[in-house]
C-alpha cells in the first residue's frame, strides 16, 4: 500500500455537526492526533481525504487507484494488520459498516460503494465516532494509543525544573522546547504527553490521560483533569475535565468545561462555565441535526459542542448538552438555548444573524494573533457553511 484515502459517511459526518462543517471526519483530533494522522502514522504512507463538496478545495486529494478506508474508523494495530491482508478484489465491513475496499477511480467511489466486491466481516472490536459525544468518551484510551504511537524508542526531553512534582514519570514525556514551572502532573491513572515548545505557568495541576498539544499553553494555577486533550497553539486555564479543543482556541481564564468538544478559533471569555449535570442526574438530550431534534445522548455526564470561531462572552453559562454551531457570538446574562445555531449573534435574551463580513474581520484578526492567515480557501468554506445554515437562523423558530 503506498497511497491511501480516508472517506467519509454522510450520515456519520452529520451526526458530528457542527464539529465537520468545517472539517472531515478525519481531520478530528481525538487523544493526541488528528484520525488521518494516527492512520498515516499507522500506516507508514501518505493519506487523502474524500471530503464533503463544500471541503474539496481545502482538503484535496490525487485521484488515483488507492485503498479507500472509513475516517470515522481509529486504527489499531489488529485492524491494520486486516486491512494489509485484503486483496484488491476485497472490501472489509463490519456489520452494514464499510471498513476499507480498494477503488480504481475515488471520485466515483461513492457511486460504486454499494457494489463492493467480496466482502469480509471484521469481528474484533473497534473504536469508531457515530456521534459528537464519542470524541470525549473516547478521548482517554485514544491518548493512551496515541502516547505509545508517538513515544515508543524515543526518551523525553524531561523537566528540569526543581519545583515541579512529577508521579509516575516513565509515563510522562515531554519534547523539547517545554517549559514548566512550579506544577504537579500525576500519570498514576495514565499517561500525559506535554508536545514541543508547549508553556505550563506556574501552579499547574495535570492528571492524566492528558495531552497539550505544541505551542499550546495553560494559565497560571490550570486545573486539568483526565481524559482532556488541549490543541495546537491553544491558551486553557481554569478547571477542565474530559474535553477536547481542536486547536488555536481560547480559555485562558477561569471557569468549568466538562465532557466537551471545542473547535478551532474558539473564545471562552472569562469565568464561561458549562453544565455537564443534570440536577435530576437524568441522561442528557443533545441537538440532531440530522433529525433536527434533540435526542437522548444516553450520558449523565455531557456539556457543550462549539463549532469553529465561535466566541462566548465573559461569564458566559451553557446548559448541559449545549451545541454551538460555527462563528457564533454568544453573550449576555443567564443561559442561551441549547441549539445555537451558526452565525448567531446574541444570547438568552435573543439572536440575529452575525454579518458575515464582520464575522470574517473577527476571524481574520483572530488567525493573525497566532500566526495565520485568514486564506480565500478558508473564506469559501465558511461562506459555503453561511449558506448551509440559513435555514437555522430563523430567529422565531424554537429549537
Not at 123 to 134: E, F, R, S, T, V
Not at 190 to 210: A, D, H, S, T, W
Not at 304 to 322: A, C, E, V, Y
Request: hydrophobic fraction near 40%.
Amino acid at each position: 500500500m503506498d497511497y491511501f484515502i480516508l472517506f467519509e459517511d454522510p450520515k456519520i459526518r452529520e451526526n458530528l455537526l457542527p464539529i465537520t462543517f468545517t472539517r472531515p471526519i478525519a481531520e478530528i483530533r481525538i487523544g493526541i492526533l488528528k484520525i488521518c494522522e494516527k492512520w498515516e502514522r499507522h500506516l507508514g504512507v501518505k493519506s487523502g481525504i474524500l471530503a464533503a463538496p463544500h471541503l474539496n478545495a481545502k482538503f484535496p486529494f490525487e485521484n488515483k487507484p488507492a485503498w479507500m478506508i472509513n475516517g470515522s474508523i481509529l486504527p489499531d494495530a489488529n485492524l491494520i494488520d486486516r486491512i494489509r491482508s485484503l486483496k484488491t478484489t476485497e472490501s472489509l465491513w463490519l456489520g452494514d459498516v464499510l471498513i476499507a475496499m480498494y477503488c480504481e477511480n475515488p471520485v466515483k467511489f461513492h457511486e460504486t460503494v454499494h457494489h463492493a466486491k467480496q466482502k469480509s466481516s471484521y469481528d474484533a472490536p473497534i473504536g469508531m465516532l457515530k456521534h459528537l459525544w464519542n470524541i470525549f468518551q473516547l478521548n482517554g484510551d485514544q491518548i493512551r494509543s496515541d502516547f505509545e504511537l508517538l513515544t515508543k524508542r524515543r526518551i523525553s526531553a524531561g523537566c528540569a525544573d526543581p519545583y515541579t512534582h512529577i508521579y509516575r514519570e516513565a509515563e510522562v514525556f515531554i519534547e523539547p522546547g517545554a517549559s514548566i514551572r512550579a506544577s504537579i502532573i500525576n500519570a498514576e491513572n495514565g499517561p500525559v504527553y506535554i508536545g514541543k515548545n508547549v508553556q505550563i505557568m506556574e501552579g499547574g495541576l495535570i492528571r492524566g490521560p492528558f495531552a497539550i498539544c505544541e505551542d499550546a499553553v495553560l494559565s497560571m494555577g490550570a486545573k486539568m483533569r483526565g481524559d482532556t486533550t488541549i490543541g495546537p497553539k491553544c491558551k486553557v486555564g481554569g478547571e477542565v475535565s474530559n474535553s477536547v479543543f481542536q486547536g488555536y482556541s481560547n480559555k485562558s481564564h477561569d471557569g468549568y468545561l466538562g465532557n466537551s468538544v471545542i473547535g478551532e478559533w474558539c473564545n471562552l471569555g472569562a469565568n464561561t462555565n458549562t453544565s455537564n449535570l443534570k440536577n435530576n442526574h437524568s441522561n442528557i438530550r443533545v441537538w440532531s441535526y440530522p433529525k433536527e431534534d434533540f435526542m437522548d445522548s444516553g450520558l449523565q455526564f455531557c456539556g457543550s459542542f462549539i463549532g469553529d470561531h465561535s466566541k462566548m462572552g465573559i461569564s458566559s453559562m451553557l446548559n448541559s448538552g449545549t451545541v454551538i454551531g460555527v462563528g457564533a457570538n454568544v453573550f449576555g446574562e443567564g443561559f442561551p438555548k441549547k441549539m445555537v445555531p451558526s452565525f448567531a449573534w446574541g444570547g438568552p435574551t435573543g439572536f440575529s444573524t452575525f454579518k458575515l463580513k464582520k464575522f470574517e474581520e473577527t476571524a481574520a484578526k483572530a488567525m493573525a494573533l497566532k500566526g495565520m492567515t485568514f486564506s480565500e480557501t478558508e473564506r469559501a468554506v465558511l461562506q459555503a457553511v453561511f449558506e448551509m445554515t440559513r435555514p437555522y437562523r430563523i430567529w422565531d423558530k424554537d429549537f
